[in-house]
């Protein structure tokens, strides 16, 4: 039997108490202060060029709401920005003193638009609310799913904590919110990550909520808007590539850590479309939370953030066939064909809900171990220590003489460290799944059953060419199950309970069963006479078994390549 979830209590029980809530009593005040930090870097950085620089931006907005304008833009924003194209344009037949100061007094009111568009509100009542609808429709709907029926809709027997499977040292993770400001770095997969991850670690792990930010076309629902921007979300517009925006944007956050709030973001920056766990992390915003700690360092503080790294994990991501085609297009160009995508919206998320507690479903959340942000782990009371068990006083690394100063070129030099340690996180605490698991044997087995073709031929092959005897797929996915324990065993990674606790035949049914819970065809399926596995979606297997490429299973494995070549014949044989 699969080990039951445990509960935590509320690390701080009175939601007035919670670091967001008080973040948010001062809303202007935090807006104040992301205008003032992100005007004077902006200065700095582009000096006499503002100009320039705004004429630039100006252009980058107009272009963007001639071909992309969504209905959540702010209103007037045509209007606007031909204002400041006009203003901008004037200001060149002044004299370079006043030229300089009216562009500075532009700057500060584009810098303010963006700030009071990004920033995000918290309310207790809507907070509360949110939880009670949350906690009641996940149950009715677990337990209507569970009797596929709905009238079973008012049954209470049935908990959805069960489906939320809490990986890692998570006493020890709560023990940082006492110590510091705690900034969690997740895996990014779905556009439910933000509702799953919030709800599990409130209603799961007992934590308080986090400033998080959600992408603008999340608020195209305006029943979604009304609630996320009362629950600690601020609006990060990824159609926006203007440095102005990115600072912006970027001091947010950093002001907010500043301020003791705990905050969690991406640090990949959007999700993963190939469905690997990413490697390739944001650095600028991994470096807000460097810059974050020299200001704190600066200002005489001692408050720690502490970097905690996530990894979640689906048997079958939601939006995983426009994810992969997206991913196929970029790297194949015209190898890639096409098969359409679907959108997402709220229908979409429902059914997916539904299907996810119908097929009882799981939500992996793994937490890796905390560290400050130069990557060295902590200890209970936050301590650094170093790799030799030695502490560190974090505080000298960012002095040059006894004086706390900005180092542009050594923290960027810092972010990279960290970025590393976050990386290593994400493979060190990854959760193997079945449904994975299977999807990855099998690809690996069409790949060398078709050592000619590219992948992108490979996967417009008939279902009958993608086809794995049963005894082919089973040695295959025993020796790569064999040396995953391996890993475990060594601390390279983890596995999820049930490849442990059921027998070979079971895993692999458990795996296919899972790895098609919510999609129309299914990725993975055996014949009406069980002897062989199909791929009947094979750029979904491709997508799948992603999750587990970049840990270079392939070249460790002892392929019988016997098995193989019998499984090439039977399939020309069948051709």
Not at 37 to 59: P, Q
Not at 172 to 186: A, E, S, Y
Not at 357 to 372: I, K, V
Request: proline share 3%.
């Amino acid at each position: 039997m699969p080990t039951k979830t445990k509960v935590y209590p509320q690390l701080i029980p009175e939601i007035r108490d919670w670091p967001i809530n008080k973040l948010y009593e001062d809303r202007d005040g935090l807006i104040a202060a992301v205008d003032q930090k992100t005007l004077a870097f902006v200065l700095e950085k582009h000096g006499d060029r503002l100009g320039e620089l705004i004429s630039r931006v100006c252009y980058l907005e107009l272009i963007r709401l001639k071909n992309n304008p969504w209905k959540v833009d702010p209103p007037k924003e045509p209007q606007f920005w031909k204002r400041i194209r006009t203003e901008v344009t004037a200001n060149e037949k002044l004299n370079a003193d006043q030229r300089q100061k009216n562009n500075t007094e532009i700057l500060r009111r584009i810098i303010h638009r963006y700030t009071t568009e990004i920033a995000g509100n918290f309310k207790e009542s809507t907070f509360l609310f949110a939880r009670k609808f949350l906690t009641f429709f996940f149950k009715r709907l677990l337990n209507a799913a569970a009797g596929k029926i709905h009238r079973k809709f008012w049954n209470t027997k049935l908990e959805l904590y069960e489906r939320i499977k809490v990986h890692g040292d998570v006493e020890h993770v709560r023990r940082m919110f006492n110590k510091g400001t705690v900034v969690i770095l997740p895996t990014h997969l779905s556009n439910m990550d933000s509702i799953m991850i919030g709800y599990a670690l409130d209603f799961v792990v007992g934590l308080p909520s986090f400033a998080y930010g959600a992408g603008l076309n999340l608020y195209e629902s305006e029943v979604f808007a009304y609630y996320m921007s009362r629950l600690g979300a601020y609006k990060v517009d990824r159609r926006k590539k203007n440095a102005i925006y990115l600072d912006s944007l970027k001091f947010m956050s950093q002001v907010m850590i500043e301020r003791g709030t705990n905050s969690l973001f991406f640090p990949g920056g959007t999700r993963s479309r190939s469905g690997m766990i990413e490697r390739d992390l944001k650095y600028g915003l991994l470096n807000s939370l460097l810059s974050a700690q020299r200001s704190i360092f600066e200002n005489n503080g001692d408050q720690k953030i502490i970097v905690v790294p996530m990894i979640i994990g689906y048997h079958c991501t939601l939006e995983a066939q426009s994810l992969i085609a997206s991913h196929l297009k970029s790297t194949g160009q015209e190898k890639y064909v096409s098969a359409g995508k679907k959108a997402f919206n709220v229908r979409n998320l429902l059914s997916f809900a539904w299907k996810f507690f119908s097929q009882s479903s799981e939500f992996h959340l793994s937490f890796g171990e905390p560290m400050d942000v130069l990557g060295y782990k902590l200890d209970d009371n936050a301590n650094s220590i170093d790799e030799r068990g030695k502490q560190v006083d974090i505080k000298e690394f960012f002095s040059l003489h006894g004086k706390i100063e900005a180092n542009r070129q050594r923290e960027s030099v810092y972010t990279r460290k960290l970025a590393d340690k976050v990386i290593e996180n994400y493979e060190r605490y990854y959760v193997v799944l079945s449904s994975h698991l299977v999807a990855f044997t099998a690809f690996q087995l069409l790949r060398k059953m078709h050592p000619t073709m590219d992948i992108y031929t490979m996967m417009r092959l008939p279902a009958d060419m993608l086809t794995i005897p049963k005894e082919t797929f089973r040695q295959a996915f025993v020796t790569i199950l064999d040396l995953l324990k391996q890993m475990e065993a060594d601390h390279k990674i983890r596995l999820q309970e049930e490849l442990h606790s059921l027998a070979i035949d079971d895993v692999i049914q458990h795996g296919i069963k899972y790895l098609g819970s919510f999609h129309a065809v299914w990725p993975l399926k055996f014949d009406k006479k069980q002897n062989n596995i199909m791929a009947k979606n094979a750029q979904l297997v491709y997508y799948y078994h992603n999750r587990l490429a970049g840990f270079h299973l392939e070249d460790k494995i002892e392929w019988d390549a016997r098995s193989i070549q019998q499984a090439i014949d039977n399939l020309q044989e069948s051709e």
